[in-house]
């Protein structure tokens, strides 16, 4: 799933769940929950790029989801606790990051890189980008009821 769609439900759990003992973990959680929909991504895993390349869309992909989890709930989550979730929500792939980007072949990137390739769902574009948009789009409605 991309980071951005990861950010958007962290940050709608934070609006949720303004407990950070609750929050955290369940940011967390989100996370691989999210992943096993049926999703598109970039191919950051799977397709040979450049290095600087896939560095440039992935973050490029992260602050995409913070900038819109930032316009949607900066007005009603204090701020450290919107950024820190939407991080939180994104964290496996950032830990999965340096595999990629430095060949860290050695726990813990190899663990969390076997972890994510095992729950992956993935779905061909522009279907799986529509199963992930309506999916974060759910969370952010959820937080308006």
Sequence with gaps: MLDASHAIIGASIAKLIPNPYLGFPLSLLSHFLADLCPHWDYGGRSIKRPKLKLIILALSDALIGF???????????????????????QLPDWLEAPYHIFNFNFPPFS???????KLHSKMDFPWGLVTQITIALIFVLATFI
């Design 67 to 89: 900038s819109l989890g930032y316009l949607i709930f900066s007005s009603t989550v204090p701020t450290w606790y919107l950024l820190s979730m939407m991080f939180t929500a």
């Design 111 to 117: 663990s969390i890189k076997k972890l994510q390739s």
